[in-house]
């Protein structure tokens, strides 16, 4: 089994994660105040919606940690800018392996599943910085394959950064998989090279999807390009460009499928368009806007930034129905069924949103850079949720040619079943940035952070069951208590 | 019960105590210091049974001339009665001697009177050692105003060695053991508010800590009883432990003077005797507990208890005092001729106050048995502990 | 039952009543007193004794001069008082009845080496008030009648019942010690056989020379006189070679004889040891025959140079043996010499018969024996009750008591198997580093050595202490003083020694007996630490003259001593385990200045006057406790006037009068609340006349909660608590967030008042560690999010710099996790607590004055929360359903009707025992730490700002 959304990261830039964890390690007054300024929601101390009462610290990174995979039911693996990939046990916070054996950071990392005979088999696979992709097995933490010195087959002016793997799909029906960046690659299970393919682009693919009869979007730059995947009677496998589209405005930051007939891209100027899986036709296009005041508070962390990154949608999610969209430190809630956001907080947390997560119909959670994780519940409530501060959007049916730079506005209030967002609870626990959460339902909740920490969130009350229960289970084992220690 | 039995030698007298069941103690003998001869060995108690390990006569007169070497420089007050304890390893043997000066035809003697025991008794003894030595001591005490009037201190002696020898046999036996099982006292799930009712518990239990852990325990089901005893020995350490007993159930043992528990058993007639001098000989005062009516009566304070012991001694040795001749009084008898010292006979009283400390404990256990039979007994020992220590604390 | 003996001592009559002359009355000698010590003070049965304290004494039966006393344990005079030691000496080898001389047995052709077991004899002088434990034990020596010494090991007590109370332990002790010297013993003996065969050896092959040479000279046929004799002379030598020779082999047989004495406590290792060198030296002198070999020679001739002729007395075998060595020897100029020694031969001192290591291994353990027995028999029996009873719990026990050193032994310390440390040391090593519950006399440390680690450790800011140093500095007389004794406390006094130098017994300390290894140079330091070689030669020197060896002294030494190589290699443990002693001896003198919360007028507390009547009796001196002290500075007396009214002297007053003194002002810098005419002080100045039976302890331990930390020091703890409850109205919700598991910080500016808070407060973190390593005492740099999992009370320093707003900055952001406690404004930021359950630990308006007393009271509260606790942790249907139908909503209405009905407990203090519940179930579940992370549980509620 492997889950398809965290094969697609793409790579937050380094240097805005430093910037921002330099902010939160020293925060002068000035800057603090402005941030609590800014931060309209605190829900205080007072949770009862909140079951995460008991957590635990784990160490083992020196650096960011930015991945959090799931590998079962009670494991999962991090990874991150120091290179390593630990694997850790989700009940008990152990950590079981140390993976080392990338130089450099991890650009991405997917769980790789091979069944042999009946059972299961899961590995892990990562690219690095250091131009190598690597297969491990999370059960001996063995390097089982590793490639080394991806060669760019194209000669290029710049910096061979371009071949660096930013990002990878597994295709499970066809045991292949593919890997992302200055190229895209295709790699059958035993790490053998299919195929590649050279892209046009000058920033290289940074995220990929997968597409019914045999086609892969991939996302670079502005463009979404469909590549189709077809093996041939030697049972070799080519790649072929199918079609570029070209859509949206400005980079694409965030590629996902949606079901089976949709995939969505968001980009960094807040464009959200939803695709046919089948025809490649947009089917919605929602371009999500910030209010246009210049006092942008956010400047100042996103030094060099040359435009306003508030209106970037910076991770989908989506369970078929709803597609929940992190826009700069926002989140709105988009339905498939009507085509409209039926639910937003625009200042859901003080800082960029990295990473978001539907619970259900009606919960989401959602971490940012400012270190925190809010768990948010949609609720109908008769009035909209930010009357004093509309947000602004616009909406278009859908059609391909609508690229105007000035899109007609209009108030929330105009749209009905509008629903509010309403914050139900905040994880607070990282000092730097919270770079991705993984949900392990009842089990608990991994957040990753840039403070080279990763936190488990656990429900108290159900740890402390389970302790009961082992208690007496040792208790049986060991027929009563010595009474003499 | 005693004697009848011609001494084996000219030179010693030798008394055997026949004794149901095996008895720790190898010999007694009562020795003194010749100022002639150098130490004498006067009379020998020895049990008789079929023991491996006994002592020949000649042993024994060895380890109780033994007893008074050094004696030549003793320096004591005169009526003083001075402990020695022997452990001889090179023997095997341990030894208790109690030294004391007495009238012998005329001079004036030190003299020892000894038990021996076997020295893997040491550990069996050790606990029992206080109530050996303050009984003989009192012994020796009538002992020496007998020897002062020059009647035999022989039989004086008897009638404490004996009954002691007994106590130790009986020792053997029935003793608490260290580790008290759960099931085997009424803190056992079944028995709580059932055959024991929870107010007779909370007194007796109360009861028996305000009397410094002395109890007997005293009904017609020996089970009964030893249930009881069992559940206040918890209460005590197991140095206390050691010295407490159990009833035997087909034939009641006697009260013994300095046990912590004791369980005993009434007659077939359903009643029991209690002997007052002995209770009242007690170190420390006693809770006396009936099983079978629930009652629980308590002597006075521990301070007044050793006021009214001395006092009552001290009438009692006067008594001998002016005993006119031998057969006058028997050792048993003396209380009734005392005038001037008419003791309390009431000094049981029931038992009118109530503490928290106590009830807290039985509510806590009896409200929440815990399932497992284990985790029942641990929370019992560990309880008991807990609030004896409380009950230290203040 | 427990403690029992106390009460009787109540029943004292002044008045025994009747005084008119009755003919027929009792003489008083037949009859008994009313009352049991009539005549004497009933708290202490002991005054009638001659000697203050219990002691060891080791006497020995001399062939020349009888019973004589050599040694006290401690050496100290004053300990025997007018006790009159050679009566006493006489007294108790009276009794011994081993005089198994070894001599030759009927039918036995060779001396004979009997293996006595000791034997134990507890006995008393009524009169004297002087009772004993008398361990009678031989050692051998080949000088001696009999080849026998007579000793005995004695522990003098003027109670009777101690001793019986606590034979085992006493017999355990004594047997250990008696072991060590006996294994000492027979090496030497062996040892001084070899010297001794050696001798023989060479005077044979002397003889032989001489012998041959009359062969040689004289006609063929026939034997001179001379030649006779020289023959007789030979055969006599060979006689004396055989017998030494079987002398080696019995003594070789020593470490593996049988034991009839089940109670004896030999040391394996030392045994194997022995034994192994034994059997080097039986294969050596089994077949050193015949023919000398030449390099045996050479070192025969060396030997021969000292002891030659001297030891040569044993050599007839005819001779009776009351007077050994009267007949002729191998070297004939010296029977003159010879006999006229018989009665003035110097004999083998104690430490001379057996080996040096051996010997002071022994006086180790005796020492550590005298300070394990010391004290009141009541004190110390219902200590070791205690613990006794407290091992029953050890499931709870890490909540709130302290340590039990190594619970499986009876013994009470971690004690060395074997005296020599075979099998201690590594206990010894484990000690962990020294932490709170009582601030550090840092303001006293860091002006010596800046680079203290203490205040490395401690992150602390040099600034902070200014206050401090300015204020010492302004007093030169203090800083003198304060110089003087801090100097001697870094370099590792001998702390030890003055623990035992009080009059009364010393409390039985833990710390005490760790620093023990200290001392030992200090009492037996000159004069007989040093080698036992060099404190043989006078001897061997003095008889060697009139020998015709040439060869060289120091060569007979190589061949005199070049037995047991082991026996070398046993001084390193015993010199490591020295040094270790000193360290720690070092760490113990850092006498905490348990410099306690100030008075402060601001605050609401009212009852002022307890605490001046208190402090008024500590510094007192007369009251018995201060009799052995120095005289007390006059800075003391200055204390009690109000200008100078330091807040604290009170509470070291026992500990240390002289630290008290000098300390007292200097510790805490004067600060803007303090009010300088309350003369702030302790009550436990009182404790110290009620404890005074049971002793002293001086030699303060670190301060580790669990550890080391001694009854005072607890006390001193709970005086500090006391304070901070009758200081702060809101200490209720302080101890509450403590005993629900949430953290609390201490945040304050000034670091002795931030310290003196959380020791106070440290007294209620359940489950402290070992080390108390969950407090800590003094943070400078902002706290993580994982420090909340280790540290439950934390005490930060608040700077007014970048760093300092960092630390704000992890204060507001996890405040969620913590309570602040602000020391300087002081407020409480907390949850509001609404229960009862701890109104009657935390009352502000208490009428509990002593420290002490309190301190139990919080115990035994504490204690019986635990054991509420327990039944919560263990109790199945209040976690588990008991049926298969059963959700875990109704197994939680359970346990919230086991807390709220059964216990009656509102969720505030509901919340205590569920916290507390689940670290015995954490506890019992992983007592050693996993490989996992800890977690922590919180939950989310509002903190309200309590001020006062």
């Known amino acids: 089994m492997v889950s398809i959304p965290t094969a697609t990261w793409h790579r937050a830039s380094k240097a805005e994660s430093a910037e921002y964890l330099r902010l939160v390690a020293v925060p002068d007054g000035a800057k603090k105040s402005q941030l609590k300024k800014n931060s309209v929601l605190c829900i205080g101390e007072e949770q009862p919606k909140n079951w995460f009462t008991e957590l635990q610290v784990l160490k083992g990174h020196f650096d960011i940690v930015r991945f959090l995979v799931q590998i079962d039911d009670s494991r999962y693996a991090s990874a991150g800018d120091d290179g390593l990939v630990l694997v850790w046990n989700i009940e008990t916070g152990e950590k079981l392996l140390e993976m080392r054996g990338h130089s450099q950071q991890i650009t991405a990392m997917a769980t790789l599943t091979r069944v042999s005979g009946d059972t299961p088999h899961t590995s892990l696979v990562t690219a690095s910085s250091d131009r190598s992709l690597s297969l491990w097995d999370p059960d001996t933490g063995n390097r089982v394959q590793t490639i080394s010195d991806l060669q760019s087959s194209v000669k290029r002016t710049s910096e061979d950064v371009f071949c660096v793997p930013q990002c990878l799909l597994v295709l499970e029906r066809r045991s292949v998989w593919l890997s992302g960046g200055a190229e895209l690659c295709v790699w059958n299970i035993d790490f053998q090279l299919q195929c590649q393919r050279q892209n046009h682009s000058d920033i290289g693919i940074t995220a990929l999807v997968e597409l019914p009869k045999n086609c892969i979007a991939a996302a670079m730059d502005k463009e979404i390009v469909i590549y189709r995947l077809t093996a041939s009677a030697d049972r070799s496998l080519s790649l072929a460009e199918v079609r570029c589209l070209s859509d949206h405005q400005d980079n694409i930051r965030t590629l996902i499928p949606v079901n089976d007939g949709l995939f969505a891209s968001g980009s960094h100027v807040g464009e959200l368009i939803l695709w046919d899986s089948s025809d490649w036709n947009i089917m919605a296009y929602e371009h999500i806007l910030w209010e246009e005041s210049q006092a942008d508070t956010q400047s100042e962390i996103r030094l060099g930034s040359p435009k306003p990154c508030e209106m970037s949608i910076q991770h989908l999610t989506t369970n078929g129905t709803l597609i929940l969209a992190a826009v700069g430190s926002g989140l709105y809630v988009y339905s498939i069924l009507t085509k409209t956001v039926v639910a937003y907080r625009r200042a859901a947390h003080d800082s960029n949103i990295l990473h978001t997560m539907l619970l259900s119909d009606s919960e989401l959670m959602s971490c940012s850079e400012d ?87 656990k429900n108290g009350e159900r740890q402390s069951h389970l302790r009961s229960v082992a208690l007496f289970n040792k208790l049986e084992a060991n027929e009563g208590l010595p009474l003499v220690g | 019960m005693s004697s009848g039995y011609p001494p084996q030698s000219p030179a010693v007298a030798k008394t055997e105590v026949p004794l149901d069941g095996e008895c720790p103690l190898l010999a007694a003998t009562f020795a003194y210091w010749d100022n002639i001869l150098g130490p004498r060995v006067r009379h020998i108690w020895a049990p008789r049974g079929d023991q491996s390990l006994l002592l020949s006569d000649g042993e024994i007169t060895f380890l109780a001339n033994h007893t008074l070497n050094g004696e030549i420089l003793r320096s004591a007050e005169c009526g003083a009665v001075d402990v020695k304890f022997f452990v001889l390893a090179e023997k095997g043997v341990i030894i208790v001697s109690l030294i004391f000066d007495g009238e012998l035809k005329g001079d004036k003697n030190t003299c020892a009177l000894s038990i021996i025991l076997p020295q893997t008794e040491l550990g069996f003894y050790l606990p029992l050692h206080a109530i050996c030595v303050e009984r003989f001591q009192h012994v020796i005490r009538k002992g020496r105003i007998w020897m002062q009037k020059g009647y035999n201190i022989i039989s004086v002696l008897s009638s404490e060695i004996l009954p002691v020898m007994e106590l130790l046999a009986s020792m053997k036996t029935h003793r608490v053991q260290e580790d008290i099982d759960i099931k085997d006292t009424v803190l056992n799930d079944d028995d709580i508010g059932d055959s024991c009712h929870e107010d007779f518990l909370h007194k007796a239990i109360s009861s028996h800590l305000q009397t410094c852990g002395c109890s007997m325990v005293v009904g017609s089901n020996p089970d009964k009883v030893n249930k009881i005893v069992r559940t206040l020995c918890l209460f005590l350490t197991p140095s206390e432990r050691k010295c407490s007993r159990l009833c035997k159930a087909d034939s009641s043992f006697k009260y013994e003077t300095g046990l912590f528990v004791q369980g005993l058993l009434k007659d077939s007639t359903g009643s029991f005797v209690l002997p007052f001098r002995q209770v009242l000989y007690s170190p420390y005062p006693t809770t006396h507990i009936d099983v079978d009516i629930n009652t629980v009566k308590q002597m006075p304070p521990c301070h007044e208890h050793t006021y009214n012991q001395r006092c009552y001694m001290r009438s009692e040795l006067s008594a001998l005092w002016r005993a006119v001749s031998e057969d006058d009084i028997a050792p048993d008898t003396i209380i009734h001729t005392d005038e001037s010292f008419t003791p309390d006979l009431n000094i049981f009283q029931d038992v009118m106050h109530k503490d928290t400390l106590v009830k807290s404990f039985i509510d806590e256990f009896i409200r929440f048995p815990l399932d497992n039979q284990q985790l029942h007994s641990i929370k019992a020992n560990f309880m008991a502990y807990r609030y004896a220590r409380c009950g230290r604390c203040y | 039952m427990i403690g029992s003996p106390d009460v009787v001592a109540f029943t004292r009559e002044d008045e025994t009543g009747e005084t008119h002359a009755d003919p027929w009355a009792l003489p008083d000698e037949f009859s008994l007193p009313l009352a049991p010590h009539a005549h004497s003070n009933p708290w202490t049965k002991t005054s009638y004794a001659k000697f203050t304290k219990d002691f060891i004494l080791i006497s020995e039966f001399s062939e020349q001069v009888g019973p004589q006393p050599l040694l006290t344990i401690p050496d100290d005079p004053k300990v025997c008082g007018s006790f009159d030691l050679n009566y006493f000496s006489l007294r108790i080898m009276s009794v011994d009845y081993q005089a198994s001389f070894v001599g030759h047995p009927p039918g036995s052709g060779y001396p004979r080496l009997s293996f006595v077991e000791d034997s134990r004899v507890v006995l008393g002088d009524s009169k004297e008030g002087a009772f004993a434990y008398v361990h009678h034990l031989t050692l051998y020596d080949l000088e001696a009648r009999g080849f026998v010494r007579p000793f005995c090991m004695a522990y003098v007590s003027a109670d009777e019942r101690k001793i019986m109370m606590q034979f085992e332990e006493l017999t355990r002790r004594f047997s250990q010690a008696s072991e060590c010297l006996k294994t000492g013993n027979r090496r030497a003996f062996a040892k001084e056989l070899q010297r001794k065969l050696q001798d023989l050896e060479y005077t044979r092959l002397v003889l032989r020379k001489e012998e041959g040479l009359q062969r040689e000279t004289a006609p063929q046929g026939i034997y001179s006189a001379h030649a006779v004799e020289k023959a007789n002379e030979l055969a006599n030598v060979e006689k004396s070679i055989y017998e030494h020779r079987d002398l080696l082999r019995q003594i070789s047989s020593y470490p593996g004889r049988p034991r009839r004495d089940p109670h004896a406590a030999p040391c394996q290792r030392c045994l194997t040891e022995c034994l192994s060198e034994y059997e080097e030296l039986l294969d050596k002198y089994a077949t050193l025959d015949d023919a000398l070999k030449p390099d045996v020679s050479g070192r025969v001739q060396a030997g021969k140079g000292q002891n030659g002729e001297q030891r040569g007395e044993e050599v007839n075998e005819d001779e009776s043996e009351e007077c050994v060595g009267r007949r002729p020897s191998y070297t004939p100029q010296l029977i003159k010499a010879k006999s006229a020694k018989c009665f003035d031969k110097r004999l083998k001192t104690l430490s001379e018969l057996c080996d040096e290591t051996f010997y002071e291994a022994t006086v180790e353990v005796l020492k550590e024996t005298e300070r394990f027995f010391s004290g009141d028999l009541c004190y110390q029996y219902s200590r070791r009750l205690d613990r006794a009873l407290r091992r029953k719990q050890h499931i709870t026990n890490f909540l709130f008591e302290e340590e039990l050193p190594n619970a499986k032994d009876e013994g009470e310390t971690a004690r060395p198997v074997c005296a020599l440390n075979h099998a201690g040391d590594i206990k010894r090593l484990m000690r962990p580093p020294p932490i709170l519950l009582c601030p550090q006399p840092l303001d006293a440390l860091k002006l010596l050595d800046p680079s203290d680690p203490v205040s490395k450790m401690s992150h602390s800011q040099e600034s902070d202490l200014r206050p401090g140093r300015s204020h010492l500095e302004s007093s030169p007389s203090d800083q003198t003083l304060e110089t003087q004794e801090s100097s ?461």
């Open chain 3, 488 to 948: 001697e406390e870094t370099k590792c006094s001998f702390s030890s020694d003055r623990s035992v130098e009080g009059p009364m017994d010393g409390e039985q300390s833990l710390a005490s007996a760790r620093s023990e290894p200290a001392d030992a140079d200090l009492i037996f330091g000159p004069d007989l630490t040093p080698d036992q070689e060099h404190n043989m030669d006078p001897e061997r020197q003095s008889t060697s003259e009139g020998t015709e060896t040439t060869a060289g002294e120091d060569e007979g030494e190589n061949g005199g001593d070049e037995t047991p190589v082991s026996l070398q290699e046993d001084h390193a443990p015993l010199e490591a385990s020295q040094g270790e002693g000193e360290c720690q001896g070092g760490g113990t003198e850092m006498e905490p200045e348990m410099s306690l919360v100030q008075i402060d007028t601001a605050c609401c507390m009212a009852q002022d006057s307890f605490l001046y009547e208190a402090s008024a009796a500590d510094v007192e001196p007369g009251l018995g406790l201060h009799s052995f002290h120095p005289p007390i500075p006059p800075s003391a007396v200055v204390n009690q006037e109000p200008q100078a009214s330091p807040p604290l002297q009170g509470d070291y007053a026992v500990g240390s009068p002289q630290s008290e003194a000098l300390t007292a002002g200097l510790d805490l810098p004067p600060g803007p609340f303090e009010d300088p005419a309350s003369p702030a002080g302790a009550d436990d100045g009182s404790d110290c006349t009620m404890s005074a039976s049971a002793g002293s302890d001086r030699a303060v331990s670190p301060l580790c909660y669990g550890g080391g930390m001694t009854l005072r020091q607890r006390k001193k703890a709970g005086q500090g608590a006391l304070k901070f409850v009758r200081q702060y109205p809101f200490a209720l919700q302080a101890l509450w967030c403590l005993l629900s598991g949430r953290t609390l910080v201490v945040l304050g500016s000034e670091e002795g008042r931030v310290r003196r808070l959380v020791s106070a407060l440290a007294l209620f973190v359940p489950g402290p560690g070992r080390c108390g390593e969950r407090v800590q005492a003094w943070l400078s740099c902002p706290f993580t999010l994982a420090d909340l999992h280790t540290w439950k009370l934390i005490g930060l320093q608040r700077v007014a710099s970048p760093l300092g707003s960092c630390t704000l900055h992890s204060l507001s952001r996890y405040s969620r996790y913590i309570s602040v406690l602000d020391a300087d404004q002081k407020t409480l930021r907390c949850p509001p607590y609404r229960g009862t359950l701890l109104l009657n630990m935390a009352d502000h308006r208490t009428s509990v004055r002593r420290g002490s007393t309190y301190f139990l009271h919080v115990q035994s509260t504490l204690g019986s929360l635990a054991s509420k606790a327990f039944l919560l942790a263990f109790t199945h249907h209040l976690h588990l359903p008991v049926c298969a139908g059963e959700g875990p909503e109704a197994v939680e209405a359970r346990r919230q009707g086991f807390l709220q009905e059964q216990l009656g407990l509102g969720p505030d203090d509901g919340q205590i025992l569920l916290y507390l519940s689940r670290l015995i179930t954490q506890q019992y579940l992983q007592p050693c730490p996993s490989a996992a992370a800890p977690s922590f549980t919180f939950n989310y509620t509002t903190s309200l700002l309590y001020k006062i």
């Open chain 1, 371 to 457: 270190g925190s994780v809010r768990m948010w519940e949609m609720q109908d409530l008769p009035l909209p949720a930010e009357v004093a501060s509309p947000g602004f959007f616009g909406m278009w049916s859908f059609g391909r040619a609508s690229k105007q730079t000035e899109p007609p506005v209009r108030k929330i209030t105009e749209v009905p079943n509008i629903r509010t967002l309403e914050l139900t609870g905040d994880l607070i626990g990282h000092s730097g940035a919270v770079q991705m959460f993984l949900s392990f339902g009842e089990q608990g909740l991994v957040t990753c952070s840039t403070d080279h920490l990763m936190i488990l969130w």
